[in-house]
């Protein structure tokens, strides 16, 4: 029996230490014009863009760098990003600044909570989930992100059609996202397995990583129904 019965199974562990003054100017000078506070409770994202257009939310983005780039790809699209790593926040709010990203917002929350409590169903036109954190040992597989009741949530925040892209350096992991994104019956696999290729997806720091190690690569795509 767990000794804490009360607190929640995270996907993440916070290993940040102290920011450095920079990292943490950025975030106080550069997190009240790009992210968005976020109490708890439901918010209306939509409005936190300059201009409506279809919303894609990338979660656990890293250091930004491949959500930046989708970002800049995508004019046509809002994105919001949201992260709990502070200094990956600071660096892609840098980014945005610097390169006038007006379709891409940051929100430091976990994205778990963000998707229960803060956005409404049918509210999103994507959700992408780039190499999440794989929690290798069996022991540690309830704090994967992807679960069936996680899934369950994002099918019903897509909007019809929506997408729901996920990739993931670990075979084990790959095989796990597909079995119970296949079990969602919202959820369609475009792609009847893995995808092909990884699709407007460009490469992503984690990604590097794993492919240094020698690692394949697994994308999957699904759609709203
Ligand atoms: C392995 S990294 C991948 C980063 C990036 N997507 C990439 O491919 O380079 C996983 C990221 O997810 C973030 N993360 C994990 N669980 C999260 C959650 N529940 N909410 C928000 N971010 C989360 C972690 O802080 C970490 O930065």
């Known amino acids: 029996m767990s000794d804490h019965p009360h607190r929640p199974i995270r996907s993440f562990v916070r290993r940040e230490g102290r920011l450095t003054a920079g990292q943490q100017r950025a975030l106080d000078d550069l997190y009240p014009r790009y992210g968005i506070d976020w109490p708890g409770g439901p918010i209306d994202v939509a409005t936190r863009f300059e201009r409506s257009a279809p919303l894609v939310l990338d979660i656990g983005f890293g ?12 004019p046509g699209r809002n994105y919001l990003g949201v992260e709990v790593y502070r200094t990956g ?8 600044e610097s390169e006038g990203l007006d379709n891409l917002r ?13 956005l409404a169903s049918e509210s999103l036109a994507g959700v992408q989930l780039f190499f999440p954190d794989p929690w290798t ?12 009741e996680w899934l369950a949530r994002v099918a019903d925040r897509l909007q019809p059609g929506g997408f729901l892209h996920m990739a993931t350096d670990w075979a084990d ?22 995808a092909p290729d990884a699709g407007d997806r ?7 990583r794993g492919l240094r190690k ?10 709203r129904i």
């Not at 926040?89 to 945005?96: C, K, M, V």
């Not at 940051?106 to 803060?118: F, H, K, M, T, W």
């Not at 020698?214 to 759609?223: E, K, N, T, Y």
């Open 63 to 74: 250091d930004g760098e491949a959500l930046a780039e989708m970002a800049a790809a995508h």
């Open 137 to 148: 040992k069996k022991r540690h597989h309830k704090r994967r992100i992807v679960q069936s």
């Open 89 to 96: 926040t600071g660096r892609l709010l840098r980014r945005i």
């Open 202 to 208: 460009p490469e992503t720091r984690f990604e590097r």
């Open 173 to 194: 992991y790959a095989e796990w996202m597909r079995t119970l994104a296949e079990a969602e019956p919202r959820l369609e696999n475009l792609h009847g397995g893995y």
């Open 214 to 223: 020698g690692h394949a690569v697994f994308d999957l795509v699904l759609r």
């Open 106 to 118: 940051v929100l430091l929350a976990d994205a778990s909570e963000l998707l229960r409590d803060g």
